[in-house]
């Protein structure tokens, strides 16, 4: 019934493609609405595993999705199979890095943020571009969130508006400032929405950086404009061709965790680890994970061969154990 959309613009929507890098706060709630309005196909990769304190923003999980230890990808699939049965989801467990996100990214008709840290965005600008592909922009801290959205070669891109990535430790995060769950609700929706305009082929596209914040309500939105010389625009993709072997990450949403991912590991057999281990304590394994604890910290590692190494934010120390304990 809606103007906007209409029975073509429904048909247009259930023939869509898209891929949702992060299923977080803003995941789950971009990927819940999009189903429900009956997008075709929905990809939804997810590096992490749920967590208790999740579940004040993260609205797709639930307590048993905590007790059965599932990773949010998995997670998100089975509830969303729940919820729209015509949909297709594909959940995909692993980090996405230069190695992989052209892989993850192939085939969609737009590409949805769900992130929660920046570097991740870089890359999907130049992946976005690199194949024409729409990139929808959105975050979320404390209150307030932005979104943008990124039409190759027509739109200015995310690097024309954020150049380069700040140092580390300068911008707040969910462990410094926290963030409301109608915050990341509120940008989930708005980017849901411009994922909606793009399938229909709507005439109205955001062109502006929109900001808001839910607990002083404000709305606005800046006009953007192409930065002259951008190397992304000027088809340089400095992020996916920044190769390295080892890529060390403090993770957002845990406490004190680093994780470690080996890019040109081909996977690690999970039985076989558990087997090999010694000197370790309270090791499980699933199909899905295994964890251990040792020299103080507590490993979990996945299928795709990385590993998150909590109690600890030393990356090289965390490096150190992963070395020693999973790819021997
Ligand atoms: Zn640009």
Redesign the pocket.
Known sequence: MFHGIGEEGQRKLGQGKVVIIGCGALGCNIANLLVRAGVGKIRIVDRDFIEYHNLQRQTLFDENDVKNQLPKAIAAMKHLEEINSLVEIEGIVADVNFSNIEKFCSGVNVILDGLDNLETRYLI?DVS?KSGIPYIYGGAISSFGMTMTIIPGVT??????FPNIPPPRTMPTCETDGVLGTATSAMGALEATEAMKILVGSDFINRDLITMDVWDISFERFPIT??EG?????GRYDFLGQKVKIIRSALCGQSRAVQVVDTESEGIDLTQLAGRLTGVTNMTYDEYMLRFDVDGCSIIVFPDGRAIIRNTLDESAAEKLYFKYVRT
């Open positions: 600008n571009l200015p891109c995310f690097r024309c508006v192409k930065k951008c190397p992304a625009c000027s």
